[in-house]
């Protein structure tokens, strides 16, 4: 059999990250321009799941008593939910563009698109909703108390305006929104800085929370600019919620600079985006001014930048 070939999408926080894991709305986008994929091919003559991750330069099979091992953990999830005991011989290739531990969605993308080739390996046509269900519980595990949003925007592939708990609203995007990302080079760790941010939050819940409704705000009011295609309003807002991530504790000075640099070459808006503490910026740019934010950018400390458009619906 050949091998099939799945993919998913990275994915970038326009507003609204951390207050989301609190219930406040956020919006997020994909990034297509980025992607994990995943090969899957049945192995008739040999035995067991072979695992070849070459970002990782792993090539080994999987010790299926192994709990610590996050890929049998990923595989026994989507086992469990399809109600399926046993995954036939396989091999299982990953590749990924998406930078780790950046705040692009590299793990939901690797969730997702795991969910995809396990499923229709075994011969299931899951609809999206189930996918996202699956990814979702997946994330649980890599990341803790995840709100949902970055398994959501990276299963659908379209912007969303997303609230825990509440159907997903999908946007429709006035103007095609270009945006430069620029990688600040510090690695982010989710799952410690979501934690970080609770233990702040339970010594000082008014100060947080009141940062927290400042952020609603601003999304919500961004929601409509984003659909009415008022992209320097958007800049602005984005902006703005880039200060109260600040006031959250959430930036960082290399991350700070980003947004001033992109902004002062001509940028609409930037803000730090996905966890924060370092991570990427993401600059809502003028399509003319690609090039000319690009080599502010990386001329001032960016590790690396990469440009991408949403379209407008
Ligand atoms: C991470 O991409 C976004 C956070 O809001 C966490 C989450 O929503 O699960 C920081």
Do not use: W
């Not at 996050?70 to 995954?87: D, F, G, R, S």
């Not at 999206?128 to 659908?156: C, L, M, R, W």
């Not at 992109?262 to 940028?267: D, L, T």
């Not at 730090?272 to 003319?288: F, M, P, Q, R, Y």
Request: aromatic fraction near 8%; include cysteine; proline fraction near 4%.
């Amino acid at each position: 059999m050949p091998a099939m070939v799945f993919s998913a999408p990275g994915k970038t926080i326009f507003f609204g990250e951390h207050a989301v894991v609190y219930g406040f709305p956020a919006i997020a986008v994909p990034l297509i321009e980025i992607s994990v994929k995943i090969s899957i091919q049945a192995l008739p003559d040999e035995d067991g799941i072979h695992i070849v991750n070459r970002n990782l330069g792993e090539d080994f099979f999987l010790d299926i008593s192994d709990k610590s091992c996050h890929y049998q953990m990923i595989i026994m999830t989507i086992l469990n939910i399809l109600k399926i005991n046993h995954l036939p011989s396989t091999k299982i290739t990953i590749s990924s563009t998406i930078p780790v531990a950046s705040g692009l969605g590299s793990s939901a993308a690797f969730a997702v698109a795991m969910t995809k080739a396990i499923s229709s390996f075994l011969g299931f046509k899951l609809p999206f909703e189930k996918i996202n269900e699956i990814a979702f519980e997946i994330e649980k595990f890599q990341h803790g108390t995840p709100s949902g949003i970055d398994n959501s925007v990276v299963t659908f592939q379209k912007p969303v305006f997303f609230q825990k708990d509440t159907p997903i609203e999908f946007l429709s995007v006035g103007k095609s929104l270009h945006v430069i990302l620029a990688d600040s080079g510090i690695r982010s760790f989710t799952k410690k800085i979501v934690e970080e941010l609770k233990i702040e939050r339970d010594k000082h819940p008014e100060q947080i929370n009141m940062e927290f409704k400042e952020i609603k705000k601003i999304t919500t009011e961004a929601k409509e600019m984003i659909e009415s295609g008022n992209l320097k309003e958007v800049g602005l807002l984005m902006t703005e919620n880039h200060r109260h991530l600040q006031n959250l504790g959430l930036s960082c000075q290399e991350l700070d600079h980003l947004v001033d640099v992109a902004v002062k070459a001509g940028a609409y808006g930037a803000k730090l985006c996905g966890s924060g503490k370092g991570g990427n910026v993401v600059a809502l740019i003028n399509e003319d001014k690609i090039k000319s934010i690009h080599s502010a950018l990386i001329k001032e400390g960016a590790a690396s930048c990469l440009y991408s458009k949403v379209r407008a619906a």
